[in-house]
């Protein structure tokens, strides 16, 4: 019976002997059939993909229901074989819940939690005027400086240096990889593999995607671990800055895993912190380009606000356009355009219909922000959606009532994601200053006609974001342009001649780390 949906299994598209729905799996695009069969087979449908079952939940109360409230079934992860192949079984994204991925989430929780996230802000601060002297200098490069902006806030915390060129060759390696895992995962012969897994015992020449999943997961562990055993070199020795590695390095002494396991959980923490972040923000600019009114408002709030000041954490309660624009970058191009799955961990009834043991879960973003129900209009930018929402992420992702979740690219349940409220200041810092200091606009092809960019055109995989594409950013006066450099100018101070800091801010969570470089 393999490939068929039995009767009690939520509804779907036609099945056919062996595959399943196999042969209906979008090569591209694939958010637009899931939504399609959302609209088509409600809330909760399955596919039937050879011997796995795939659930998708299409609605912010199924979501509700299964990963938040039941979370104690639905928190593991399906195996997804060319991914895990990449990541060496280690990457914490990807790992089964049990107990190597709870203890990797403790460590995890002690570095990133609402209380630690506060401590990272002149971290932010730093990063974030760094990239503003980059738009300045080079705006064709935006996207560029947004990578570095949240690479090396994410570079600092995790391994205690700053990225400090967009041309750095381990900050391009790390965007380069993960796009490449991105993709690998997300092919035909990944979804194949995952579903026959006697396919796997295919040899390589047979499955050259698996011989190029193997050279991406030596280079990945080339740079993650070499990454991890430099600052824990540098952290025996007293020479380290203070950082997540010292909670790791203690991790590892206490429970002794390998530095393989410690390099790929540094390593997760770098690439979770660096794109997903950088791609909204690209979003973002694309927004602004294709929403002219967007920006108009929401300079006019800030001029009211910050007069001829940058916008700091300090203004945001009273930003709420801005903290709107935060929410709405989100819901309007959500980077994990179709979430991670979870996996089932036990037979489950939902709905009235059975969900199996081993199934994958997906919580299917992109219909849900999407839905003219839940956001009327939905590809339009507006942040005034958000007027009257004045909860932080982590807060709306636990309201009860799931309809007043804001949008959902966070994920749900025990898997939620650990850089919440990091992210939420990071695109806050870089949303409120970015329009502070520049208008933004369409740029102009070799005939004088504006390029329009297309909102549709994105790159594949688990997380996405627009393909390249052309701005017209400029300072919005040269005072504003002056003020940009100035705080950049001034942020010097902080830096040592290589642009590291001489010395970590106040309150950082190691506080029984001395390093000898601090006296
Ligand atoms: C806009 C920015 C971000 C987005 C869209 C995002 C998205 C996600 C998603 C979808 C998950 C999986 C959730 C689930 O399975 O239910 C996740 C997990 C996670 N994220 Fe984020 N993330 C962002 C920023 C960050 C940052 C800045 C960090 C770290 C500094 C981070 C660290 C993590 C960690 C540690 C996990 C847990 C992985 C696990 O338990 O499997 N994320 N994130």
Known sequence: ???????????????????????????????????????????????????????????????????????????????????????????????????????????VHNNLNIKAARTYVPYQDLENKAMLAGFLQEPDSFADHIRRYTNSLTTQMV??????????????????????????????????????????????????????????????????????????????????????????????????????????????????????????????????????????????????????????????????????AVKESMRWMPTDILGVPHAAIRDDEYMGYKIPKGAGVMWNVWAVHMDPKRHPNPRRFDPSRYKDDHQTAAEAANNADATKRDQFVFGAGRRLCQGMHIAERSLF??????????????????????????????????FVLPKPFKAKIVPRTAEKAELVLAEWEKMQDLLDDKLQWKEPPKGLIWKDYKSTTDA
């Not at 104690?72 to 990541?87: F, K």
């Open 1 to 107: 019976k393999i490939g068929r949906r039995p009767a009690n299994y939520p509804p779907g598209p036609p099945t056919l002997p062996l595959i399943g729905n196999l042969h209906l799996m979008p090569k591209e695009k694939g958010h637009l059939q899931f939504q399609k069969w959302a609209q088509e087979y409600g809330p909760v449908y399955s596919l039937i993909l050879g011997t796995s079952v795939m659930i998708v939940l299409s609605s912010d109360q199924a979501i509700k229901d299964l990963l938040d409230k039941r979370s104690n079934i639905y928190s593991s992860r399906p195996d997804m074989y060319l991914g895990n192949i990449v990541s060496g079984g280690l990457r914490m994204l990807l790992m089964e819940y049990g107990e190597t991925w709870r203890m990797v989430r403790k460590v």
């Open 159 to 324: 391994f205690g240096f700053r990225t400090t060129s967009i041309d750095d060759p381990k900050l391009k390696q790390l965007f380069h990889g993960f796009e490449k895992f991105c993709e690998v995962t997300g092919t035909t012969t990944a979804a194949v593999l995952d579903v026959f897994p006697f396919l796997r015992f295919l040899p390589d020449f047979a499955v050259p995607l698996r011989k190029y999943a193997k050279e991406l997961h030596y280079k990945e562990r080339e740079l993650y671990v070499g990454h991890y055993l430099n600052a824990k070199t540098a952290l025996k020795n007293g020479t380290a800055k203070p950082c997540f590695c010292v909670d790791l390095v203690r991790a590892q002494d206490e429970e002794k895993f390998s530095d393989d396991l410690a390099g790929y959980v540094s390593g997760s923490l770098l690439e979770a912190g660096s794109d997903t972040t950088a791609a909204t923000l690209v979003g973002f600019v694309q927004a602004m380009v294709l929403f002219p009114d967007v920006v108009k408002t929401a300079q006019e709030e800030l001029d009211r606000v910050c007069g001829n000041r940058l916008p700091t954490i300090d203004d945001e309660p009273n930003l709420p356009y801005i903290r709107g």
């Open 429 to 462: 810092l870089a949303i409120s200053r970015l329009l502070w200091a520049f208008d933004f606009d369409k740029a102009l092809d070799k005939d004088g006609k504006e390029i329009v960019p297309d909102d549709e055109d994105l790159t594949e995989g688990l």
